[in-house]
C-alpha cells in the first residue's frame, strides 16, 4: 500500500524508483500464484491485488496518476527529459508489464486503471473514478487523442514512443476476455476510432523523422530509426483495433455502428453535430508500405576487433522481436578484446584513441542494425495488420455489390506491386499478401468475370484480376519451400480460372490470355502443380488438384496445351495408378478423411 501512494507523490525519482518496484514486484511467481479455486471466486488469486483492494482507497491512489496523462505545454517544450514525461513513461512501462505478464485475471495495473476486482472477474463499482469517467483508463485514452506525435510536421521519437506505450495498454486490455468489454465501450463512447484516423500524419520519403529524411544517410545513424520503428508499431495497433471493433460491431448486430465504422475507414465521417467529417481512409494510411526500409548498412573497416564472434550476442526472433544484438555485451566483448590486446603488448598507449574510434563505430554500426531489423520487422507486423484489417471489412462487414467491386479493386491495386516485389525477394510478408488477394477474389461474388452481372469497374478490374494471375502463376514457380503461399496461389488461380470459364464471348480474349500466361510459365508449372497434386500435404493437395481441374476445363476450350504437358510428364500415369486405389482407401478412411479423399478423387478424375 505504501508503494502505491510514493508512486502517486509526483516527485520524479520518488515515483519512477516505486514504480520500478512495484513492477517488479507485480511480475513475481509467488505473490501471482494461483489459490485454491474454491476461494478465487471470491478473493484475488493475487496476493497483491487483494492486499490493494482491501487496505488502500484505490481513487485516492489513482487520481494523481490521472494528473500525470494530462501533459502540460511546457513538458513538449522540455522533451523528454522533463519529470512528467518520464513519470509518465515509467507509469505506462508498469502497466504495460502487468497487463503482459497476466491477461487472464485481475492485476495491480487493472485497479490503477479504475476496475474493481471480484476474484477472478473485473467489474466497475458505481462510485468510483471509473463510473464517472475520470479514471486513468480514460485519462490514456484521453492522451491518445490529443497528444501530438510530430511538431511542426517533424515526428519526434520520444512523442511516437510514449503515445505507442499508452495504445499498448488499450490494446492489451481491447485482447482479453477479462477487459474487453469494458475497454471497447468506453473508447468507442469517445469516437476513439475516428479521432485516431482524423490525427494520423500521412508519411512519405520527404517526412522528416527528428529533421533527417528516410533517404539520408544520417536517418540510420540516428535517433530518427527509432521514431521509424515506433511509428510502424504504433499503425499496427491501429489496425488491430480498427479489425476488433468491425467484428464486435458484427456481434452486436448493430448495423448502425458497423455503418459508422466503415464509414470511417473509407474517409468520410460524420461529428457528433451532424458534420461530415474527411479524414484518412484506410487506403491512405497504406502509405508505409510504399517507404523504403531496405538500407544495407556498410560495416566499419576492422583491425583491432577483427574476428571477434558478435553472432554469440545476438538474440533470436520472437514472435515480438527480430534478431537483434546485445549491446550491452557487445561493449563487454570490446573490452575484453582490449584487455587482452594491452596483455599482450598490441596495444600501445599512442594506439588508445585508435582503438576508442574503431569501438565507437563498431557500437553505432551495430545499433544502426538492431534499428533497421526492427524497422523491417515492425513494418511486415503494420502490413499484416492491415491486410487482417481489409480481410475483416470484407467477411464480417455489409459492403454492397458496387462499393465492394470499386474497394476490390483498390485493394489490389494497392497490393500487386508489394506482392510481386514479394514473391521475387522472399519476404515474409508475400504470404499475407496473398491470403488478403486470394480473400478479395473469392469475395467478388456477382463481380467476378463470368458473372454476366454488369460491373461499375468493369474492365480496369478484369485487367487487374488477370495481372495478379499472371503474379501467382510466376509465385508457384518460385516458392518451391514454401507449402503456405504455393497453396494460396492455387486457390487465387482457381477463383479466378473458374470465372472466366464460361461460354461468353467476352471472355474469350481472357481465355486466350489466361492460356499464354500458363504457357509463358512452361514445363517448370506444370511440374510444381502436378507435384503437389500428387504428393503435397493434404490441403495444398486438394488445392492443387482442383486448380489443375479448372486448368483442365480451360484447356478444353484452348489449345489443349496443359493435356500436352501432363501427358509428357510421367503424373499421368502416377495419377491413374493413384484413382484405381482411391476406391479403398475411401472404404478404410476414417469418416473424418472421407470429405478430403472425395475431394481427391473428384479433382483427379476430372484432370
Not at 508512486?7 to 507485480?26: D, R
Not at 508457384?476 to 482457381?494: D, K, M, P, Q, W
Request: with cysteine; charged share 20%; net charge negative.
Amino acid at each position: 500500500p505504501a508503494l502505491c501512494l510514493y508512486c502517486s507523490t509526483g516527485h520524479q525519482q520518488l515515483t519512477v524508483t516505486s514504480m520500478a518496484l512495484l513492477e517488479k514486484l507485480s511480475s513475481s511467481r509467488k505473490l501471482n500464484k494461483i489459490t485454491s479455486p474454491e476461494l478465487s471466486k471470491w478473493r484475488s488469486p493475487n496476493k497483491i491485488v487483494e492486499v490493494l483492494s482491501a487496505e488502500v482507497d484505490l481513487n485516492s491512489v489513482s487520481r494523481p496518476l490521472v494528473s500525470q496523462m494530462q501533459p502540460e505545454s511546457r513538458e513538449i517544450e522540455a522533451g523528454p527529459q522533463s519529470p512528467g514525461y518520464i513519470i509518465r513513461e515509467s507509469l505506462l512501462a508498469l502497466l504495460n508489464s502487468c497487463l503482459s505478464t497476466i491477461n487472464d485475471r485481475p492485476t495491480i495495473a487493472h485497479l490503477l486503471l479504475g476496475f474493481n476486482s471480484i476474484g477472478n472477474i473485473l467489474d466497475i463499482a458505481p462510485d468510483s473514478l471509473f463510473a464517472d469517467k475520470m479514471s486513468l483508463l480514460h485519462a490514456v485514452i484521453g492522451f491518445l487523442q490529443n497528444y501530438p506525435d510530430a511538431l511542426d510536421g517533424n515526428i519526434l521519437p520520444w512523442l511516437v514512443h510514449v503515445k505507442r506505450m499508452a495504445f499498448g495498454v488499450l490494446k492489451h486490455l481491447w485482447s482479453s476476455k477479462l477487459s474487453s468489454y469494458f475497454t471497447l465501450a468506453e473508447m468507442r463512447g469517445s469516437r476513439f476510432l475516428l479521432s485516431m484516423f482524423a490525427c494520423q500524419p500521412i508519411i512519405g520519403p520527404n517526412t522528416p523523422w527528428d529533421g533527417f529524411l528516410i533517404g539520408t544517410p544520417e536517418f540510420w545513424l540516428s535517433e530518427s530509426t527509432a521514431g521509424l520503428a515506433e511509428f510502424l508499431l504504433y499503425r499496427s495497433y491501429l489496425f488491430e483495433y480498427a479489425a476488433t471493433e468491425i467484428r464486435s460491431a458484427t456481434k452486436l448486430g448493430s448495423p448502425t455502428l458497423q455503418a459508422e465504422i466503415i464509414s470511417t475507414l473509407f474517409g468520410n465521417s460524420v461529428s457528433e453535430t451532424g458534420e461530415t467529417i474527411v479524414n484518412p481512409s484506410v487506403f491512405d494510411l497504406f502509405d508505409f508500405a510504399d517507404l523504403d526500409t531496405q538500407h544495407q548498412l556498410q560495416p566499419p573497416a576492422l583491425s583491432f576487433l577483427d574476428g571477434i564472434e558478435f553472432d554469440a550476442c545476438a538474440r533470436p526472433e520472437t514472435d515480438s522481436s527480430p534478431i537483434v544484438y546485445n549491446l550491452d555485451e557487445i561493449v563487454e566483448l570490446v573490452q575484453v578484446r582490449k584487455e587482452e590486446l594491452s596483455l599482450s603488448g598490441h596495444l600501445r598507449p599512442q594506439d588508445e584513441e585508435l582503438f576508442q574510434a574503431e569501438s565507437e563505430s563498431l557500437i553505432l554500426f551495430i545499433r544502426s542494425t538492431n534499428q533497421a531489423s526492427q524497422i523491417a520487422f515492425n513494418r511486415y507486423l503494420a502490413l499484416r495488420s492491415w491486410t487482417q484489417l481489409i480481410t475483416t471489412m470484407l467477411t464480417c462487414s455489409e459492403i454492397d455489390g458496387g462499393r465492394r467491386a470499386t474497394f476490390i479493386l483498390h485493394s489490389l491495386q494497392l497490393i500487386l506491386p508489394k506482392l510481386e516485389i514479394a514473391i521475387e525477394e522472399d519476404l515474409p510478408e508475400g504470404l499475407e499478401l496473398a491470403r488478403l488477394a486470394e480473400t478479395l477474389v473469392s469475395r467478388l461474388e456477382s463481380t467476378k468475370p463470368g458473372s454476366g452481372n454488369p460491373r461499375r469497374s468493369g474492365d480496369v478490374l478484369d485487367e487487374k484480376l488477370h495481372q495478379l494471375f499472371q503474379v501467382c502463376v510466376r509465385g508457384v514457380t518460385l516458392a518451391n519451400g514454401n507449402v503456405s503461399i504455393r497453396e494460396t496461389f492455387y486457390n487465387t488461380c482457381a477463383h479466378y480460372v473458374a470465372g472466366i470459364i464460361s461460354t461468353e464471348p467476352v471472355h474469350q480474349s481472357m481465355k486466350f490470355q489466361s492460356q499464354q500466361v500458363i504457357k509463358a510459365a512452361g514445363h517448370a508449372l506444370i511440374e510444381a502443380v502436378c507435384d503437389d497434386a500428387y504428393a503435397g500435404q493434404e490441403t495444398c493437395r486438394v488445392s492443387a488438384l482442383l486448380l489443375l481441374n479448372l486448368l483442365a476445363a480451360l484447356d478444353r476450350q484452348a489449345d489443349g496445351l496443359l493435356a500436352d504437358s501432363i501427358s509428357q510428364s510421367n503424373y499421368l500415369s502416377l495419377f491413374l495408378d493413384t484413382i484405381r486405389s482411391l476406391p479403398i482407401e475411401l472404404r478404410n478412411a476414417q469418416a473424418s478423411g472421407k470429405q478430403y479423399r472425395k475431394q481427391e478423387y473428384t479433382g483427379k478424375t476430372h484432370v
